[in-house]
C-alpha cells in the first residue's frame, strides 16, 4: 500500500510539471521572438567558427606529446 501511494505522489507531480512546463512556453511577442532568434543565431554561429579551433588544439597537443614520446625513445 504504501509503494501505490508513493506511485500515485509521482504520477501526480509529474503531470503538475509538465502542465506547468507547457503553459509556461506561452507565445512570445514578436520582439522578444526576435530577441531570442538572434541570440541563438549568434550561438549557433559561434559554435561553428569554434568547432575547426578546437580540433586544431587537440590535433596539436596530441602531436606535442606524441613528439616528447618518441624524442624520449630516441635519447
Known amino acids: 500500500m504504501k509503494m ?3 506511485a500515485t ?4 507531480t509529474t503531470a503538475v510539471l509538465l502542465t ?3 503553459t509556461a512556453r ?3 511577442p514578436a520582439d522578444a ?4 532568434d538572434s541570440v541563438n ?3 549557433t554561429d559561434m559554435i561553428a567558427w569554434a ?4 580540433a586544431t588544439i587537440t590535433v596539436a597537443g596530441i602531436g606535442i606529446k606524441l613528439f616528447k614520446k ?5 635519447t
Open 4 to 6: 501505490n501511494n508513493l
Open 51 to 54: 568547432w575547426p579551433v578546437v
Open 41 to 43: 543565431t549568434f550561438a
Open 26 to 28: 506561452a507565445a512570445l
Open 33 to 36: 521572438q526576435a530577441a531570442v
Open 70 to 74: 618518441f624524442s624520449n625513445k630516441a
Open 9 to 12: 505522489k509521482v504520477t501526480a
Open 20 to 22: 506547468s512546463v507547457t
